[in-house]
């Protein structure tokens, strides 16, 4: 089945010690976002890329970059986690140009851990 | 900044009942969708309603939407246990080519069987 699949799951890292997450999708999506959701908030849009165009939000942190090497995978990379930074992570596919498509496709998500 | 407030924050009701979420939000928008959580997991979308719509059926949800008050309820009939999980409302906004959604904080529902 498409989808969109995100790795690792669960990730611990050191406070400080940088740390990728992946992001693949078999849709053909030509829109990737990278959310962030901390325990009981909403996810926050940190960046998308439509196509290889990288649009960073204005409130987010120089700490967190990402890349789309090609169309089916994306990666976040965060260079020092802090404690701050411990959040579950989400992926998400949209196909702009499509009528009708509006909707998000996300993955399980990656859970970070600081310690 | 966000976009979508929803009440409650939590609601907690007997299996069989009915749960209802309301959502605001503060500028115009094209459509208005709502996502559901599990714990743990990613959003899956549930359904979609478009700013010229008022109402909309999807199984046993209903949205609506009143533009003119700028706010959005989902109402989840004949509830059962396996609808336990957080439900989001989300707003479009367009920014620099795509389309961004922007989430409420959510509204946490347990089902007690």
């Known amino acids: 089945d498409a989808m969109v699949i995100q790795n690792p799951r669960y990730q611990v890292t050191q406070f400080g010690k940088p740390v990728t997450l992946s992001c693949s999708q078999t849709?053909?999506?030509?829109?990737m976002y990278w959310y962030q959701q901390k325990s009981s908030q909403a996810p926050k849009l940190l960046f998308h890329?439509?196509?290889?165009?990288?649009?960073n939000e204005a409130d987010t942190p120089d700490n967190f970059q990402s890349r789309r090497p090609n169309t089916s995978f994306c990666f976040l990379d965060i260079r020092s986690p802090g404690l701050g930074d411990a959040a579950m992570y989400l992926c998400?596919?949209?196909?702009?140009?499509?009528?009708?498509?509006?909707?998000?496709?996300f993955g399980a998500g990656s859970r970070l851990t600081v310690l | 900044s966000q976009q979508g407030e929803e009440d409650p924050q939590a609601l907690s009701i007997q299996e069989g009942e009915n749960a209802t979420m309301n959502c605001s939000y503060k500028?115009?928008?094209?459509?208005l969708q709502w996502y559901r959580q599990n714990s743990g997991r990613g959003l899956v979308h549930l359904i979609l309603?478009?700013?010229n719509e008022r109402e909309k059926h999807s199984g046993r949800l209903r949205v609506t939407l009143d533009t003119s008050k700028k706010s959005s309820s989902l109402l989840i009939t004949a509830s059962r246990a396996a609808d336990t999980a957080s439900y989001f409302c989300?707003?479009?906004?367009w920014g620099q080519g795509a389309q961004k959604l922007v989430f409420g904080q959510g509204t946490r529902l347990t089902i007690n069987p």
């Open positions: 998400a596919t949209f196909y702009r140009g499509r009528p009708g498509a509006n909707v998000l496709t």
């Open positions: 849709l053909n999506h030509n829109v």
């Open positions: 890329y439509y196509d290889k165009d990288f649009n």
């Open positions: 500028t115009s928008i094209n459509n």
């Open positions: 309603i478009r700013s």
């Open positions: 989300a707003t479009d906004a």
